[in-house]
């Protein structure tokens, strides 16, 4: 294939990317939205009641609650207003509103000033056939020349230059922030949301799924019987864990085999399992039905 051939493939595909990231710039724009929307109202509905608790009878739960909601939506609304306004302004451009110059701007004293002062120390460029002031690039996907020029974010449907700078970089600030910020406080009840935590907080029990809601089930058996339920299968942290990764000591598999791209075989044989000597073995935690929580009652 000939050198030009290949420079003609490259801008054909150049323009047409160009051309794609232009027309789907307000679907991003929307999906953007609608994951922050997503976002703010787990956060209000489900992360802020149970970081933030109310209690009538002490005034510091009230207090840590509204100055809670005080700083939350201030963070949504400083996130919301940068965005919209990195969306809505312009960057800025050589000439304000156009591409061009029209041939009654062209006779205009302050466009033909403008162009003699930048003549001095720029040559007019191919692309927009206008002086290029310092830090102006042309943006192949807006099809002008933009005042300090960032770059074009088609999460914005914008180029991001010298009039929206300072709203896009405040925009991402506060986004991360309050990313940070919702981790921080809404680890706890997304872990007990997927069951990795149980209602006592325990972690690494050496449960499956299906062990997790039958061993609840036999807690609440055994304490109507004042007696207390432990899982069978429960070794200890360490031990749950070695014996499921089948590494360490007393195992087949060195430590470092977790970080390795290898087969490693499970622990025995998948049909009998060693078991912690001091289980609650009086209730049956293998199968449960609904005439198990009739007789209960």
Not at 58 to 73: M, N, P, Q
Not at 80 to 109: C, I, K, N, W
């Amino acid at each position: 294939m000939y050198p030009d051939t290949k420079r003609k493939l490259f801008v054909a595909a150049e323009r047409a990317a160009n051309t794609l990231i232009r027309t789907v710039g307000p679907l991003f724009i929307v999906l953007a939205i609608a994951l922050i929307g997503m976002a703010v109202a787990v956060y209000f509905t489900v992360v802020f009641p149970y970081f933030y608790t109310w209690d009538e009878d002490y005034i510091w739960t009230k207090f840590r609650y509204y100055a809670g909601l005080v700083f939350s939506i201030y963070i949504v609304v400083c996130i919301a207003f940068h965005y919209y306004m990195a969306v809505r302004t312009r960057p800025g451009g050589v000439l304000t509103g156009s591409t061009a110059p029209t041939s009654s701007e062209a006779q205009d004293p302050s466009i033909q000033d403008l162009f003699l002062e930048l003549e001095e120390y720029q040559e007019y460029p191919k692309t927009c056939h206008l002086p290029k002031p310092e830090r102006a690039h042309h943006c192949s996907v807006c099809k002008r020349c933009v005042l300090r020029f960032d770059h074009h974010c088609p999460w914005i449907s914008n180029c991001v230059g010298y009039f929206n700078h300072r709203y896009f970089v405040l925009f991402m600030t506060y986004l991360v922030f309050g990313c940070f910020y919702f981790i921080a406080i809404g680890w706890k009840p997304f872990i007990k949301s997927i069951d990795i935590l149980d209602e006592y907080n325990e972690i690494i029990t050496s449960q499956t799924t299906v062990e997790f809601y039958n061993n609840q089930h036999a807690k609440k058996l055994a304490r109507q019987k004042g007696e207390v339920f432990v899982n069978p299968y429960n070794l200890g942290a360490l031990n749950n864990l070695r014996h499921f990764f089948n590494v360490g000591r007393n195992y087949k598999y060195p430590v470092y085999t977790i970080f390795l791209p290898i087969p490693v075989s499970p622990t025995g044989n998948g049909k009998i399992w060693e078991k912690n000597v001091n289980h609650y073995s009086s209730v049956n935690i293998t199968e449960y039905s609904e005439e198990d929580d009739d007789e209960s009652n």
